[in-house]
């Protein structure tokens, strides 16, 4: 009985022993060029969905007119660009020298067009852990997190003004 029991408790213990061996002895991967763990990017993303589904419905309390893709713009190029990219430009070294990498936002890449403007508001505003994605909700103000965030759903049909602010 004795011998069963502490069968049991090793054989409990094994898992955390393994896994403790296999950080401890370097087999993490902590380089941001290290692949991603087998379930990472799948674990990530189910635990960010959740938690953004909770909140994430909010339509834009500002419209996307002209004057608000400018302001988008103009946060977008002093904020985002160095990871996110300009306007038909190469990646930027810091973008590829991140992982996880830095999706870029605008054309000729596709960005975040397809996303309710309120989940890239969410991000924006929150951040995502782990990721280099900061949250700008106490720098920038509320109305520059929508701004930005209208920028990025109308990236394929910005007015010429808030063109030529991106290619600066
Ligand atoms: C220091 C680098 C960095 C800066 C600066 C940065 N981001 Fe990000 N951002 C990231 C990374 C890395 C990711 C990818 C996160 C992931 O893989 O989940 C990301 C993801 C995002 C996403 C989600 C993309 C998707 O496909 O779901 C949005 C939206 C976003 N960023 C918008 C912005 C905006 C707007 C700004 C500026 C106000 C900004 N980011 C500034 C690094 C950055």
Redesign the pocket.
Known sequence: MKKFVVGVVFGLCLPFIAAFLFVRLGGMPVATKSPPLPMERYL??VA?HAAIEKEAGKPSPLPANEANLLAGAR??QM??E???GALDQPETA??RG?F????Q?LPPKK??TD?PVG??YW??RNG?RL????G?GES?TDKQLWQ??LL?LHAHDLPASAKKVLHE
């Open positions: 990530a993303g960010l946060v977008y904020q985002c160095d990871c996110h810091i973008a991140m996880p990498h830095p999706p936002m960005g975040v996303d989940v890239t991000k924006v995502i990721t280099g994605m900061p700008f920038l930005v965030s990025l």
